[in-house]
């Protein structure tokens, strides 16, 4: 009982003073102002699943399940229906499929964001046989697929060939380089790209100065 009433003393003592409160505001989870712009969809708008979302029949969560998304899939929104759920439609392998999910999570997170309006320009400037300077650390991964096996990590300055662009996810190739060859991700789910042009970074010494560089490095 002793220890109750110190404990309760200790409290009490806290509580009364000045600066003591319980913070009840969102933590880190709650949708930042930057981020916001890139959820607030409309239809007809252009997106980009940013996490495995599911597919369904009706506008309900309740109805049933026609296909799961992984990430990186584009979409156009069709309809915004209450609350975080938005009809949409994707076309993969040849087929068009439509349907609802849920732009959020509960806790605010976002599943969808809508796509840049200069991504897909930046992406086109990506061709097979071309030769990149990886720009920011990017993860070499065995497959297309996110959730393929990890080969390696890339390093910035990093020469690399794409090989193969993505069928599923354009913003994903295929690369060689030196030290590995595996699926990497061109561009980041919030239109960064990850790798950059050899003959854009280098200036007017041309890519043998580019090299020279880069050998500098390693």
């Not at 709650?30 to 997106?47: H, K, N, P």
């Not at 009706?58 to 998304?69: A, F, G, N």
């Amino acid at each position: 009982s002793r220890s109750k009433s110190s404990l309760t003393s200790k409290l009490s003592g806290l509580i009364g003073r000045p600066n003591f409160s319980f913070n009840m505001r969102a933590g880190p989870r709650a949708t930042t102002a930057s981020v916001a712009q890139m959820v607030e969809l409309s239809a007809g708008d252009g997106c980009e699943t940013v996490s495995l979302v599911t597919v369904r029949k009706e506008e309900s969560i309740e109805s049933d399940v026609l296909t799961e998304l992984p990430i990186g899939t584009v979409l156009k929104v069709l309809q915004l229906g209450e609350g975080r759920r938005i009809k949409i439609s994707s076309t993969t392998k040849g087929s068009t499929i439509e349907g609802w999910i849920s732009s959020k999570t509960k806790l605010n997170e976002p599943l969808v964001m809508k796509s840049r309006p200069d991504l897909g320009s930046c992406i086109a400037e990506f061709e097979v046989g071309g030769q990149h300077e990886v720009k920011s650390p990017i993860t070499v991964r065995q497959g297309e697929g996110l959730d393929t096996p990890v080969v390696t990590e890339l390093k910035v300055g990093t020469i690399i060939r794409i090989l193969e662009i993505g069928k599923e996810n354009t913003r994903r190739a295929k690369v060689s380089c030196d030290s590995a060859e595996g699926w990497i991700s061109t561009v980041t789910k919030h239109g960064e790209l990850l790798i950059g042009k050899v003959e854009e970074m280098g200036g007017s010494g041309g890519n043998a100065s580019l090299f020279g560089a880069s050998s500098a490095k390693i």
